[in-house]
């Protein structure tokens, strides 16, 4: 029986990948299996979608010794699972993600895009 493997690459952008890398070693963990469910196709339970910054941006929220941390994703760029942006979340104003983060977020969709529309 041939199984064809389906499992997507996991591209990051360089700002995620460097607020992810001083993660600590306990949360890299846990995003990476996470993220490697993701490129499997299917969905983590710690993942849901980022309200307002289109179809398929995901956001992994993982818990860790009282602090909240953030990994966001987006399925629906290219054929990677893109990695947008990594943070721990120190919001004051309840569950929300905060604004700038919010903004950040948007402004690198916009940015990886552009990039690789002009790849091609």
Do not use: C
């Not at 029986?1 to 997507?8: A, G, H, L």
């Not at 994703?73 to 054929?79: T, V």
């Not at 895009?113 to 790849?119: F, I, P, V």
């Amino acid at each position: 029986m041939n199984v064809r493997n389906t499992e997507r690459p996991i591209s990051w952008m360089k700002g995620a990948r460097k607020a992810f890398e001083a993660f600590p070693i306990a949360v890299q963990v846990e995003v990476s299996h996470a993220l490697s469910i993701v490129a499997e196709g299917r969905k983590p339970d710690n993942a849901k979608p980022l309200v307002g910054l289109g179809t398929g941006v995901m956001e992994l929220a993982i818990r860790y010794r009282g602090d909240a941390w953030r990994a966001v994703y987006a399925l629906r760029i290219a054929d990677a699972v893109w990695v947008i942006h990594a943070f721990q979340k120190k919001s004051t104003s309840g569950i929300a993600t905060p604004r700038h983060e919010i903004d950040l977020i948007r402004e690198r969709i916009k940015r990886l895009k552009e990039e690789l529309d002009d790849r091609r």
